[in-house]
């Protein structure tokens, strides 16, 4: 089974500039959700999907931040313009499906993230 | 507020030990609770889910103890390897909503 594939793995932009990560979740997983993690932090909810649908975006900085999940399967994370702090990993994790075993509904598959560089 | 506090200091462990993590919690009210292994410059791995009505849950050489009085998960490994060098995350639920909340984990260093 893949798992949950996230591009670019490294990124390196100016200040000011645009960025996207893209995510394609494991088959079948309907949830989908967008962290962000600082060094030597846990991850941190930005946005949550249910299909296509944003059931939770109050972490996410809407002035800059921005997301979509077309279709209910790959999803897009934006930010323009970045800033110093967004220097970050921003990982991608699926939930879902039906593979049976221990917390099939609870446990989530992350991505190996993007690690975003804002100089 | 909410918070998820692990142990803050990295713990150095001699193989064949047993490393024991601590997770508490303040203002949740948790369905259940989850632990994730995570390598440098990996996603997290989920390892273990421990629900509010048990209070213990083994699997191979882990433990995850849940004591929702104190609010507080213990996490063992025991006969400890270099493999299981890494650091730890705890994560709850609350039974309110659907957001998966992190601590900022535990890096553990088994020395050979």
């Known amino acids: 089974e893949a798992g949950v594939v996230q591009s670019p793995r490294y990124k390196i932009i100016e200040k000011k500039q645009p960025v996207a990560f893209w995510c394609n979740p494991i088959?079948?997983?309907?949830?989908l959700y967008w962290y962000r993690q600082n060094l030597g932090q846990g991850p941190e909810l930005l946005i949550r999907?249910?299909?296509?649908?944003?059931?939770?975006d109050s972490q996410l900085p809407k002035d800059r931040f921005s997301a979509e999940r077309l279709k209910g399967v790959d999803s897009t994370l934006k930010i323009q313009p970045a800033e110093l702090g967004d220097s970050a990993v921003y990982l991608c994790?699926?939930?879902?499906?039906?593979?049976?075993?221990?917390?099939?509904?609870?446990?989530?598959?992350f991505g190996s993230g993007t690690q975003l560089s804002v100089l | 507020s909410q918070k998820i506090e692990q142990n803050s200091e990295a713990l150095n462990i001699q193989e064949g030990k047993t490393a024991t993590l601590t997770c508490n919690y303040t203002?949740?009210?948790?369905?259940?609770l989850q632990w994730y292994r995570q390598d440098p410059g990996r996603g997290p791995v989920f390892l273990l889910l421990?629900?509010?009505?048990?209070k213990e849950k083994r699997k191979e050489r882990l433990k995850v103890t849940f004591d929702t009085t104190l609010k507080q998960s213990l996490f063992h490994i025991t006969a400890s390897q270099p493999a299981d060098s890494a650091t730890y995350l705890c994560?709850?639920?609350?039974?309110?909503?659907?957001?998966?909340?992190f601590g900022a984990g535990t890096t553990v260093t088994v020395r050979a």
């Open positions: 994790a699926s939930q879902g499906g039906s593979t049976g075993g221990e917390a099939t509904n609870e446990k989530l598959f």
């Open positions: 088959s079948g997983h309907n949830t």
């Open positions: 999907y249910e299909n296509e649908e944003a059931v939770d």
């Open positions: 203002n949740y009210s948790p369905a259940y």
């Open positions: 421990i629900r509010e009505n048990e």
């Open positions: 994560a709850l639920e609350g039974s309110n909503d659907y957001k998966l909340s």
